[in-house]
């Protein structure tokens, strides 16, 4: 079901202009839409293909615009950092740069090359959720604490449910068992201890609306979730982590920061409520 087009803004109004042609299946392609930030290079410098597929399209229903503006400023950027131009991702946990080395050492070379070449829609899900490499980059140099991998993910939640029929405004944040299955291209976000997804159906979860328009509005929405996904009646690093979500606008960067959190001071995760592991 190719559902509704939707503006530049990604709200869900029609526009014609915003559908995109291409042979690659949408919820593959969406997938790759960024792929010439894992080499540091500008969409418009980009090549048309990387490890022998297709990649950098344009992502159709406005579902890209709209991820960005979760995460970013929608406005001329400013190098927020001095001296700092790279594609790689800075820590909010501990304020470095998170990439150590060449960008081939340690068979990360090999691991973009085959997160790229997935095929199927699903395991190119899969792949994204858990992937270390993708991890390593921000989605913009100029806003260097932003993740290139929850970027994508967000981009990809957007465009599925967005073909699915549902307009922005429909859309909320659902807490979802740690212990099920994740949801095909709708989860955002999976660790031991934590999953969460974007739906326009929340059934019984713990859901909170997404808003009218995007928008860097991560704090808001983590705000109004009904229950704590942690346990912060239980430990004290569970209360910090939830009052730093508090706080922490950008979507990317939010989701980035708990699974570099969970890494850090719960890994290997446990039982719902434990706290925050790290990436599958």
């Known amino acids: 079901m190719e559902g509704r087009m939707t503006d530049s803004t990604g709200t869900g109004r029609a526009s014609a202009a915003s559908k995109t042609e291409t042979d690659v299946p949408p ?8 792929v010439h930030k894992l080499r540091g290079r500008s969409h418009t410098a980009a090549r048309e293909q990387f490890a022998g597929v297709r990649v950098n399209e344009p992502v159709p229903l406005g579902a890209d615009r709209a991820a960005a503006l979760l995460s970013r400023p929608d ?50 899900h899969d792949a994204w959720l858990s992937s270390a490499v993708a991890a390593l980059f921000n989605e ?19 465009l599925d449910t967005y073909r699915a029929g549902a307009d922005f405004q ?8 740690p212990t099920e299955s994740v949801t095909p291209h709708r989860t955002v976000l999976s660790t031991p ?27 808001d929405v983590w705000n109004r979730l009904p229950e704590h996904p942690f346990d912060v009646d239980g430990e004290r690093r569970w209360r910090i982590l939830d009052a730093q979500l508090r706080r922490i606008r950008s979507w990317s960067v ?19 409520g434990g706290g925050a592991g790290g990436g599958r």
Not at 171 to 177: D, G, K, P
Not at 201 to 209: F, Y
């Open 140 to 158: 913009s140099p100029y806003y260097p604490y932003t993740s290139l991998k929850y970027h994508t993910l967000l981009t990809a939640a957007l």
């Open 75 to 124: 406005e001329d950027p400013e190098q927020t950092l001095a001296a700092y131009a790279a594609p790689w991702r800075v820590s909010l946990l501990t304020g470095d740069v998170v990439l150590t080395g060449s960008l081939d050492a340690d068979g990360r070379g090999a691991a973009m090359r085959e997160l790229v070449r997935q095929e199927d829609p699903v395991a190119m």
């Open 27 to 34: 919820m593959l392609a969406v997938y790759r839409h960024d």
């Open 254 to 272: 939010a989701l980035q920061y708990i699974e570099a959190y969970g890494g850090r001071f719960n890994p290997g995760g446990g039982g719902r």
């Open 170 to 177: 429909e859309l909320f944040l659902a807490v979802e068992e």
């Open 193 to 219: 201890d934590l999953q969460l997804c974007i739906t326009s159906e929340p059934g019984d979860r713990p859901a909170a609306r997404l808003g009218n328009t995007p928008t860097q509005c991560f704090a």
